[in-house]
Structures are given as C-alpha cells and as structure tokens.
C-alpha cells in the first residue's frame, strides 16, 4: 500500500525557517518526481515544488523561488522542504504528493501557520 | 504559467441528476511527448484531494464508472452520471504538461 506521512509542520514567525519532511513507503521511491503542494486555508490548490528521481532537475513555484529548496534522500525514501524567509502568505496545508503526471497518491498535509 | 479556468464554480444538482464541470486552459495542454497531462481531483471536506481521472479520461484505480473525462487541446470536461450523496465536494482541474503546474480554482458541487 502506497503511503506518504508528512510532518515539521507548525507555527513559525515571519521571517522564520521550518523543514517539512514526506516518509514514503509501499512503492519503488526512485521511480518517481516528488512533489509539494499547498493549499491554504479555505483556499485551492497551489503546486509548490519538484524534484525529480535523482535530483538532477528541481522546479519551483515564482512565489517561493530563492526561499524554498525541495531535495530527497534516495536511501531513506523521504522528501523533504526546507522553507526560509516564510511570510504570512504561506500559511497552507503543505501535501507531499508522489508524480504530477498521474497524481494519484497524496499524503494527509501538514499544517503550516507564519505569524507573530 | 497555463491559467486553468473552471465553470461553473458552483453546481447545486438533485441526486441522481447528471453533473458535468468544464476546465479550459490558457494554452494547448498536449505534451512534447504526446500526452495530455490533465487530470481532475475530489476534495471532500477535511481530506486530502483524490484522483479521479488522469490525462483527459483515465479513471483512476477504484474510481466509480460514473466519473468520466474528455476532452482535448485546451477544452476538458469531467461528467458524473448520476451524482450521489458521496460526490459532494469540490472539484479541480489540474495540468502537469507544463511548469509551473497549475489547478482550476475549484468547483463545489453541492446537493439541492
């Protein structure tokens, strides 16, 4: 059974610094693109992130360019998001999601709040 | 960036009545490769989103059959046959043709 637990998810200060990480298990992790979508609250769906099998290539949403960096850890089948300089607007349910293409497996999102 | 956009962003349907949502995007979503990377997405109160269909009418595994797409180029509809209590929630339109990837805003559909 495919599965994707996210956690680091909490209440951080602008300006701080938060690393969300994404545990897969139930499938062959590095056949895969990783992902992170967002959605804030009452809102819809924003994509956030990329990266691809072997970190060769890593795209990323214009709102967090220069403050955001997806990576994956091939060994230990996780991904994660190290998240700098968070603003107000970033305040979302972060989901870790496995391939865009056939999007078919999410994980449960993990709470991010940026305030004072 | 592709902007997808959704109509009608809210639909009131009787149980047992059809539902159809319609997603048009700004640019043409066929792949280099050939593929149409258009999926839609359920999202029911306090869950995480879930595929239905995947490049333009592919139902996922353990989709009901009457969820269906179509469509092709920059115009896609999803179609319920016959919507269920079970169905209430709010649908999305999604493209990974292209970078950034991008949704619809969303359509609620609600029972009357």
């Known amino acids: 059974e495919v599965q994707l637990v996210e956690s680091g998810g909490g209440l951080v200060q602008p300006g701080g610094s938060l690393r969300l990480s994404c545990a897969a298990s139930?499938?062959?992790?590095?056949?895969?693109?990783m992902n992170w979508v967002r959605q804030a609250p009452g809102k819809g769906l924003e994509w956030v992130a990329s990266?691809?099998?072997?970190?060769?290539?890593?795209n990323y949403v214009d709102s967090v360019k220069g403050r955001f960096t997806i990576s994956r850890d091939n060994a230990k089948n996780s991904v994660y998001l190290q998240m700098n300089s968070l603003r107000a607007e970033d305040t979302a349910v972060y989901y870790c999601?496995?391939?865009?293409?056939?999007?078919?497996?999410w994980g449960q999102g993990t709470l991010v709040t940026v305030s004072s | 960036d592709i902007v997808m956009t959704q109509t009608p962003l809210s639909s009131p349907v009787t149980l047992g009545q059809p539902a159809s949502i319609s997603c048009r995007s700004s640019?043409?979503?066929?792949?280099?490769?050939?593929?149409?990377?258009l999926s839609w997405l359920q999202q029911r109160p306090g869950q995480p989103p879930r595929l239905l269909i995947y490049k333009i009418s592919n139902r996922f595994s353990g989709v009901p059959d009457r969820f269906s797409g179509s469509g092709a180029g920059t115009d896609f509809t999803l179609k319920i046959s016959r919507v269920e209590t079970e169905d209430v929630g709010v649908y999305f339109c999604m493209q990974a043709t292209q970078f950034p990837n991008t949704f619809g805003q969303g359509t609620k559909l609600e029972i009357k």
């Open positions: 999601l496995r391939g865009m293409w056939i999007p078919g497996y």
């Open positions: 640019q043409s979503l066929v792949h280099s490769d050939g593929n149409t990377y």
């Open positions: 139930g499938f062959t992790f590095t056949n895969y693109w």
């Open positions: 990266v691809k099998q072997d970190e060769s290539e890593k």
